[in-house]
Structures are given as structure tokens and as C-alpha cells.
């Protein structure tokens, strides 16, 4: 692509048209800022960690300038150990706290890091090649989330990460919605904007009411355990869950990797107060159950989380039974719907109750509802709006809400386009390719690898392996091998796949089985289309060619 003097470009690589795995592009005079860095996460074809495919800028990596990372979740910061080194090893700048979330989760890679870690003081700017960036405080469902000020001889670009209108956050900073009228008097050319909870009606609701019903529940409850899940960045949820149960009596223990990390560094940066210490899992075993809270990772039913482990009586310090209570402080990503309710169904078996948001207000959104975004068009103005950070639906539905409010000009991007923003407005230009990388154990592919196809084949229509032996004549020196795995049928349908190899076979022409390739599409589509009348499904299969 040719730049333009006069133009920025916005190209994202993730988290347009789906939730999660957050990583956009900005262009300026042949360089590149990245803005954020993140992962999703998967729990099938045996993947649990998906991530954008960087392809785009393996030829560029001189041109990426760094990257400025909003805040420190996962969808936001968790591609950076896979990614880093592959990128070039570019410097890395965050707030205080966020940079420390990335010093913590990069330690593991076994890089040497540190010195590409920048720390940007809150609503401080910065420098950054031709890009200059201010950070702007909002508040979301963890310390320090920053929008960016994207300032440009073309115009301001506002880049709002994941935000909500909170004006009672407990955690950090209210809202401050006259340093956004600010930024709007500046005026700014585009907005790229959150778009997760658009189809929510009115508020996003505050953190104070969340910790006022978590204490009234938490204190209804005297006889057994009570053990609460939330997402472990939450740190406002988890001061509010430890505050309620020290008030009613209970020892707090944590549950789960990600809450002791983000304990260990919210208490450093100060903003984990009044908790006092929290009680060793193996200590809390000699405890009476009704003087005992448990604060546990897995709110996505995660397998290998606390509660889960918990619930299928495998953790090792901690048991549940009969009479406790589990509460689930947190919403269902979409996705997780069936791996939630398969560990609620779990819990419930055991006799233990289980309350969730939909029965009782503990849970609030860190991402804006429909009357956030409204104030937030209000207070910024902006000229286009480009809605990110959501399925397809969502950021259709927020162009539709943007337009109503009068917003000029709506663009929606998906992964892999670019669009172009000049003075006068912003349309997209082209399109490049993009796509999701998987961490297969230790290895990064392409989530289009055929090596997941044959595992999601395994895992729902079989695999039909057929082995040929062929002469020196294009003949057939043998009966063909037909093996089954992972597929049932009868002997009879084994004759008639026999029989249609053969006939499929014979169907080509000599000169035509010269093409190993033309043999396997012909046979593989006749017994497919076979496999699918008689006994509905449709397994992967698998030709072998041998010549003699």
C-alpha cells in the first residue's frame, strides 16, 4: 500500500467481528503503531489459546514503531509472549500497573525483555516515532484501563479500548466525563469504540451496588463453605468479596494462579486495600466450613481452574460438599455457555447451591451499555465512528446507534481491512490477509492447519483411511485397504464401500490416474457423499497411493 501524507490508516488484525483477541494497526508515513496485543480462548480440537495471525507485517517488522497496550487483560496483553520476539521485539509501552501485568506474564517466556518495558504515567503523552499518543483514563473491571489520544498533523484519532461509565468504580478514578467534553472540544476525527454491549439497555451499573449485594448475600449464608468465582483482574469484585467475608466472619483464601498474581501486584501499586492477609488453601482445611470463603479462579468453566478441580474432587487442599454455596460473581463469554453449565450441573450434583447474576445483582459489566455510548458520542463528537471489539452484529448495531445520534460517517471494519482516515472522513481502501494463530502445546500454527481438521473429524465424523496399490499400467495390483476409525457401520455398507471404491476407480481413465491428485478427489467424494446417505455422516478420508 502506497501512504498518503494526508491520511491515517486503522488496520485491525483482531477483535473485529468476533470478542476478544484484540490487536489493531494505525499507519502513518510508512509506519506502524500497534495497540494492543491479545489472545481468546478456545477448548476444542485440544487448543486453548488462540491469537490474531501477525502475517501482515513479517515484511515490515522494520516499520512497527512498538506497541501501546490499553489495559491487562488477556484480550488485550496475552498474545505478547507468543508474539513478541516473532514481531521483531518491539518496545512495549503501558501504564505503571499494566506494564507490571506484562513483566509478570512475560518472565515465563525466558526473553530477554526488559528493557523494551516503557512506562507511561497515567493521562501522561508520549513520543513514539511520528505517533504521538496521550493516555486517557476511563474506567473498566480493571486498575488503570487507558484510552488513547491518537494525535496527528491530519487530525486526532481516539482509540477508547474497553471502557464503561462507572462513577463509583471503588477501584481507581470515577469516570471523568469533563476531561472527555475536553478531548471533544479538541476535536477528534474518528473514534474506534468498544462495542461489546451494545444490545444492553440503559447503564452499565456501578461496582459499589455489586459489593453492597455481594455483602448482604455472602452475610445470608452460616452454615457450610461459601466459595465465589469472578474473573481474577476484577480487583474492585475481589476486594469486595474479601471485605464481605471478613465482616461476617470468614477466613479468605485464594483459589487459582491468576488471583495470587493479580493480588501480589494490586497490593504493590496500593490498590488492594484493607484486606489483611489471606489464608493459606491447606491451612483452611483445619477451619470450621461456616468460617471459610473460598475466592476461586474458573467462571468460564475452565478445566484446569480452582473450581472446576474443586467440583470434580480432584484439588488437592480443597473439598466441597453438601451445604456450601458457590457464586458465580461474573458473566458467560460467549462461548462458554456449555462448559459453564456443565460445571454448574457438576456443583448442583454435589448438593452445593449455586446463585449466579441471573438470580441475584452480583455482577456488573466492565464494557458500556446502550446509554454509556450515547454520553460517550456526546462528549467526544467525533466525525466517524469505527466500531471494534465485537462480533459482527455487535459493531453493526452500534453504527446504527452511532448514526441515530448523529454521528456523521459509520464505518465498520472487519479483521484484515484497512480504512482510511483523512480530514473529510474515512472509508475503507483494501484488505489484507489476516487470520488466527493456535498454541498447540508448545507450538504456534494457523488455526487453518489440516492438522485440527483431522482432529475435529476424529472428534465428530471418523476417519476413513483407503490405501491403493498400483501397477506400472495405472492398474490396481490389489483389493484396495479400506480402514475405519472412529466410524460404525455394518458389514454390508463395508461391501458396498468396496464395491464403490472400485467403481470410482474404474470410472477414470487410464491416462487419468497419472494425477495422484485427480484419484484422490474422485474417491474421496464418491464415498463421502456414500458415508453421508447411508448413515449421515461425513468422515475425513484419507487416500493413500502407492505405485509399484
Known amino acids: 500500500m502506497k501512504f498518503k501524507e494526508d491520511s491515517v490508516y486503522f488496520l485491525p488484525l483482531g477483535g473485529s467481528g468476533e470478542i476478544g483477541m484484540n490487536l489493531n494497526l494505525y499507519g502513518y508515513k510508512n509506519r506502524w503503531l500497534m495497540v494492543d496485543c491479545g489472545i481468546t480462548f478456545h477448548d476444542?480440537?485440544?487448543?486453548?489459546?488462540?491469537?490474531?495471525?501477525?502475517?501482515?507485517?513479517?515484511?515490515?517488522?522494520?516499520?512497527?514503531?512498538?506497541?501501546?497496550?490499553?489495559?491487562?487483560?488477556?484480550?488485550?496483553?496475552?498474545?505478547?509472549?507468543?508474539?513478541?520476539?516473532?514481531?521483531?521485539?518491539?518496545?512495549?509501552?503501558?501504564?505503571?500497573?499494566?506494564?507490571?501485568?506484562?513483566?509478570?506474564?512475560?518472565?515465563?517466556?525466558?526473553?530477554?525483555?526488559?528493557?523494551?518495558?516503557?512506562?507511561?504515567?497515567?493521562?501522561?503523552?508520549?513520543?513514539?516515532?511520528?505517533f504521538e499518543i496521550e493516555m486517557v483514563t476511563l474506567t473498566h473491571s480493571i486498575p488503570e484501563p487507558s484510552g488513547i489520544i491518537l494525535r496527528t498533523p491530519v487530525g486526532n484519532i481516539?482509540?477508547?479500548?474497553?471502557?464503561?461509565?462507572?462513577?463509583?468504580?471503588?477501584?481507581?478514578?470515577p469516570i471523568q466525563d469533563q476531561e472527555l467534553r475536553k478531548i471533544g472540544d479538541q476535536g477528534i476525527l474518528a473514534m474506534i469504540s468498544d462495542s461489546t454491549n451494545v444490545f444492553h439497555e440503559g447503564d452499565s451499573g456501578s461496582e459499589e451496588t455489586v459489593r453492597d449485594n455481594l455483602d448482604t448475600l455472602i452475610g445470608s449464608y452460616t452454615k457450610g463453605?461459601?466459595?465465589?468465582?469472578?474473573?481474577?483482574?476484577?480487583?474492585?469484585?475481589?476486594?469486595?468479596?474479601?471485605?464481605?467475608?471478613?465482616?461476617?466472619?470468614?477466613?479468605?483464601?485464594?483459589?487459582?494462579?491468576?488471583?495470587?498474581?493479580?493480588?501480589?501486584?494490586?497490593?504493590?501499586?496500593?490498590?488492594?486495600?484493607?484486606?489483611?492477609?489471606?489464608?493459606?488453601?491447606?491451612?483452611?482445611?483445619?477451619?470450621?466450613?461456616?468460617k471459610v470463603l473460598y475466592i476461586c479462579s474458573g467462571s468460564q468453566g475452565e478445566s484446569r481452574a480452582a473450581l472446576s478441580?474443586?467440583?470434580?474432587?480432584?484439588?488437592?487442599?480443597?473439598?466441597?460438599?453438601?451445604?456450601?454455596?458457590?457464586?458465580?460473581?461474573?458473566?458467560?463469554?460467549?462461548?462458554?455457555?456449555?462448559?459453564?453449565?456443565?460445571?454448574?450441573?457438576?456443583?448442583?450434583?454435589?448438593g452445593v447451591n449455586v446463585i449466579f447474576k441471573h438470580s441475584e445483582d452480583i455482577h456488573v459489566s466492565g464494557h458500556p451499555s446502550r446509554n454509556d455510548?450515547?454520553?460517550?458520542?456526546?462528549?467526544?463528537?467525533?466525525?466517524?465512528?469505527?466500531?471494534?471489539?465485537?462480533?459482527?452484529?455487535?459493531?453493526?448495531?452500534?453504527?446504527?446507534?452511532?448514526?441515530?445520534?448523529?454521528?456523521?460517517?459509520?464505518?465498520?471494519?472487519?479483521?484484515?481491512?484497512?480504512?482510511?482516515?483523512?480530514?473529510t472522513g474515512a472509508t475503507i481502501i483494501d484488505e489484507v490477509p489476516t487470520g488466527k494463530l493456535a498454541l498447540d502445546g508448545t507450538q504456534l500454527l494457523?488455526?487453518?492447519?489440516?492438522?485440527?481438521?483431522?482432529?475435529?473429524?476424529?472428534?465428530?465424523?471418523?476417519?476413513?483411511?483407503?490405501?491403493?496399490?498400483?501397477?506400472?499400467?495405472?492398474e490396481l495390483h490389489e483389493e484396495p485397504d479400506i480402514k475405519k476409525l472412529g466410524l460404525s457401520f455394518d458389514e454390508k455398507t463395508g461391501k458396498d464401500l468396496e464395491s464403490l471404491t472400485l467403481d470410482a476407480f474404474e470410472s477414470l481413465s487410464v491416462p487419468q490416474r497419472n494425477d495422484d491428485g485427480n484419484i484422490e478427489n474422485t474417491l474421496k467424494k464418491s464415498l463421502v457423499n456414500f458415508l453421508d446417505r447411508k448413515i449421515s455422516k461425513k468422515p475425513l478420508v484419507v487416500v493413500h497411493i502407492i505405485r509399484l
Open 44 to 130: 476444542r480440537v485440544g487448543v486453548e489459546v488462540l491469537m490474531p495471525n501477525i502475517s501482515f507485517l513479517q515484511d515490515k517488522l522494520d516499520k512497527l514503531e512498538a506497541i501501546v497496550l490499553t489495559h491487562a487483560h488477556e484480550d488485550h496483553i496475552g498474545a505478547l509472549p507468543y508474539l513478541w520476539e516473532k514481531l521483531g521485539k518491539p518496545q512495549l509501552y503501558a501504564t505503571p500497573f499494566t506494564i507490571e501485568m506484562i513483566r509478570k506474564k512475560m518472565k515465563e517466556t525466558g526473553l530477554d525483555f526488559e528493557s523494551s518495558l516503557n512506562v507511561i504515567p497515567l493521562k501522561a503523552s508520549q513520543k513514539i516515532g511520528d
Open 373 to 423: 455510548l450515547v454520553k460517550m458520542y456526546e462528549w467526544i463528537r467525533p466525525q466517524t465512528l469505527i466500531p471494534v471489539h465485537g462480533e459482527l452484529i455487535h459493531m453493526v448495531e452500534q453504527g446504527k446507534l452511532g448514526k441515530k445520534q448523529g454521528i456523521p460517517n459509520i464505518v465498520i471494519p472487519e479483521n484484515g481491512t484497512i480504512v482510511e482516515i483523512t480530514k
Open 446 to 474: 494457523s488455526f487453518n492447519d489440516p492438522i485440527f481438521r483431522t482432529r475435529h473429524y476424529l472428534g465428530n465424523d471418523g476417519v476413513l483411511s483407503l490405501s491403493l496399490l498400483l501397477n506400472e499400467e495405472n
Open 225 to 290: 463453605a461459601v466459595f465465589v468465582t469472578c474473573f481474577a483482574s476484577n480487583v474492585a469484585r475481589l476486594q469486595s468479596i474479601a471485605l464481605a467475608g471478613q465482616k461476617h466472619g470468614r477466613k479468605v483464601v485464594l483459589l487459582g494462579r491468576g488471583f495470587h498474581n493479580i493480588n501480589e501486584i494490586s497490593q504493590k501499586f496500593g490498590y488492594l486495600k484493607n484486606v489483611g492477609q489471606f489464608t493459606e488453601a491447606r491451612a483452611a482445611g483445619s477451619i470450621a466450613r461456616q
Open 309 to 350: 478441580r474443586i467440583s470434580s474432587g480432584t484439588h488437592p487442599d480443597v473439598k466441597m460438599k453438601e451445604g456450601d454455596v458457590v457464586i458465580f460473581s461474573s458473566r458467560i463469554i460467549p462461548g462458554n455457555e456449555k462448559s459453564i453449565n456443565n460445571l454448574k450441573s457438576k456443583i448442583i450434583k454435589l
Open 158 to 173: 481516539f482509540h477508547t479500548g474497553d471502557w464503561k461509565i462507572d462513577h463509583a468504580p471503588l477501584i481507581g478514578k
